[in-house]
């Protein structure tokens, strides 16, 4: 494929993506963009500014929050609340927060989710995306309702933002809804990209 074809069609791709704003699936092929590096900070789910504490891991802390964040899309986080309380009458949301290991912080342009392995009713459907350079003001990055997640297990779902984020070396999700308002959330990863979707010509 000759350069200027590649250049319109990168350019073509990318109006297509911020006209729909749907997820992305990149090709498996494609080296379009790089993972940030971040380890886990802290998680936890928030009422009224509150901490609320009516849950526990799945299997023990074999399923813990970190493991969203250790690079293995085949380690879940899975959540249950106890007394069958729903998601939506527990909590306004649930948050996982991230610090990167780039000292001078990271400009974001898009990032992954991958599901879990099974039980696709527990999915996150609706969240916020922050970055901060404290880990107390926070400035929103991206959000979503009622995404259009697979339903296909271990399944890796990209969303690329329009254009660079700021730089940051705190970054939070806030779960706010799950696909069914049940009492088990889980999620097997999260990748946050720092290429934007306009070099992919030059991959």
């Given at each position: 494929m000759n350069k200027t074809l590649k250049k319109t069609l990168s350019i073509i791709l990318t109006i297509l993506m911020l006209a729909t704003s749907i997820p992305f699936a990149f090709a498996a092929d494609e080296k379009a963009h790089d993972a940030v590096a971040v380890e886990f900070a802290e998680s936890g789910f928030i009422k009224d500014n509150q901490s609320v504490n009516q849950w526990n891991y799945s299997s023990s802390y074999a399923e813990g929050p970190s493991n969203m964040l250790d690079g293995d899309q085949y380690s879940k986080f899975c959540v249950v609340i106890y007394s069958n309380i729903?998601?939506?009458?527990?909590?306004?949301?649930?948050?996982?927060?991230?610090?990167?290991?780039?000292?001078?912080?990271?400009?974001?342009?898009?990032?992954?989710?991958?599901?879990?392995?099974?039980?696709?009713?527990?999915?996150?459907?609706?969240?916020?995306?922050?970055g901060s350079n404290d880990n107390i003001n926070w400035t929103v990055i991206d959000s979503k309702e009622n995404a259009d997640i697979s339903e296909d297990r271990n399944s890796e779902v990209n969303?690329?933002?329009?254009?660079?984020?700021?730089?940051?070396?705190?970054?939070?999700?806030?779960?706010?809804?799950?696909?069914?308002?049940?009492?088990?959330?889980?999620?097997?990863?999260?990748?946050?990209?720092?290429?934007?979707?306009?070099?992919?010509?030059?991959?």
């Open positions: 729903a998601f939506s009458d527990l909590c306004d949301y649930y948050y996982v927060t991230a610090k990167t290991t780039d000292e001078t912080g990271v400009s974001i342009s898009g990032y992954q989710f991958t599901t879990g392995n099974d039980a696709p009713e527990r999915d996150p459907v609706s969240w916020k995306f922050y969303f690329m933002l329009g254009k660079n984020s700021e730089n940051y070396k705190y970054f939070r999700f806030e779960f706010k809804a799950l696909r069914e308002d049940q009492t088990t959330f889980q999620l097997s990863e999260i990748v946050l990209f720092e290429q934007h979707i306009a070099e992919f010509e030059s991959c």
